[in-house]
């Protein structure tokens, strides 16, 4: 009887009741409809006592509630924890939020032992599921970050249309030609094989992007210096229609003298702004250097510079042409503010 669905358990209990009716013993009924006489009892008894809602099926299981071991004013206040903050700075000795550092918060703070198998009940309930964290860097203000998001992007973007000017973001990335990233399938227990050439090469890259799809690049041979930052700036400014307002970070070259002494004597032409200290995922930028490192890496092993240098070239000649791809990456919940 337990086994059948909710439309056949009410179709045989109406079973039962036609064949009481008819002047069936309790016992003949069970040893027809394959019940046992206590089964074909009750089943008689709801159906005198409720009529015809008492054969309908309940549902099943415990009731809503039942069976937990926390109250839920500490389950709603065990969520805010594990939302509000790292194990780590509620003194737990844990990186991430496992079953185990949710397990020991909970006996930390409600004084009651759960196994580490009933964390997954609780964080399925609370709505919680296992990601990929993202990364922000420790030194990282978060009070200085909501400020360039509330007051100081806000003012650079009034200050380019006052002006007529266009807002570039700004960054450099490195490429090394035995740089191999992702998974290949291959027979279980036969870990598959990638080789790269042992000569090393490197290359660096810098660009800027807006967001209306524009892209502006060059390659470097090797770490961006100030003569070749240099360079880019002249080209950004020369190829773009009115004042260039150039967002990036705080790498130690822009911050070079020689640069800030360029910039100084070209005030009409561009305008720089640095982004917050350590947040590379508020440069829309950064988003460019993943495409590029991602179509790179899925090439086969460049086996010296030159060759890497074309496939770099090949692929960001492809994507000058591509305004909406560019355009995409202002999509991704941390850019979506500059879009």
């Known amino acids: 009887m337990r086994k059948l669905p909710a439309a056949a358990q009410e179709e045989r209990r109406r079973q039962v009741v036609g064949l009481r009716e008819s002047g069936l013993t309790y016992e003949a009924i069970a040893a027809q409809v394959g019940l046992t006489r206590t089964g074909v009892f009750d089943i008689c008894r709801r159906f005198g006592e409720q009529g015809l809602a008492g054969l309908a099926s309940g549902p099943r299981g415990p009731a809503p509630g039942t069976g937990r071991f926390l109250e839920a004013e500490q389950e709603v206040q065990v969520r805010a924890l594990i939302s509000r903050h790292t194990p780590d700075e509620l003194g737990l000795p844990f990186a991430l939020w496992s079953r185990a550092a949710v397990r020991e918060l909970i006996e930390r703070h409600c004084g009651v032992r759960l196994a580490v198998?009933?964390?997954?009940?609780?964080?399925?309930?609370?709505?919680?599921?296992?990601?990929?964290?993202?990364?922000?860097?420790?030194?990282?203000?978060?009070?200085?970050?909501?400020?360039?998001?509330?007051?100081?992007?806000?003012?650079?973007?009034?200050?380019?249309?006052?002006?007529?000017?266009?807002?570039?973001?700004?960054?450099?990335?490195?490429?090394?030609?035995?740089?191999?990233?992702?998974?290949?399938?291959?027979?279980?227990?036969?870990?598959?094989?990638?080789?790269?050439?042992?000569?090393?090469?490197?290359?660096?890259?810098?660009?800027?992007?807006?967001?209306?799809?524009e892209l502006r690049w060059m390659v470097l041979d090797g770490a961006i210096k100030a003569p070749s930052l240099i360079r880019f700036l002249g080209r950004l400014i020369q190829d773009a229609d009115g004042k260039v307002f150039l967002i990036w970070d705080n790498l130690p070259a822009h911050r070079a003298r020689t640069v800030q002494d360029w910039l100084a004597a070209r005030t009409e032409q561009i305008e720089v702004f640095s982004l917050p200290s350590f947040s590379p995922e508020l440069n829309p930028d950064e988003g460019l250097n993943a495409d590029l490192k991602q179509a790179v890496t899925r090439k086969p092993p460049a086996r010296g510079k030159p060759e890497l240098e074309r496939t770099v070239i090949s692929h960001m000649g492809r994507l000058a042409k591509l305004p909406n791809r560019i355009r995409s990456f202002f999509g991704h919940p941390s850019f979506r503010y500059a879009a």
């Open 117 to 213: 198998r009933t964390m997954s009940t609780y964080l399925a309930r609370w709505g919680f599921t296992a990601q990929k964290p993202l990364r922000r860097a420790y030194e990282q203000s978060p009070k200085v970050v909501r400020r360039w998001l509330r007051q100081d992007y806000p003012a650079i973007v009034a200050q380019a249309r006052r002006e007529k000017g266009t807002i570039f973001w700004g960054d450099e990335t490195g490429l090394r030609s035995d740089d191999v990233r992702g998974r290949s399938f291959a027979p279980r227990g036969r870990t598959p094989v990638v080789r790269p050439s042992h000569k090393r090469a490197g290359l660096g890259l810098i660009s800027a992007v807006t967001n209306k799809g």
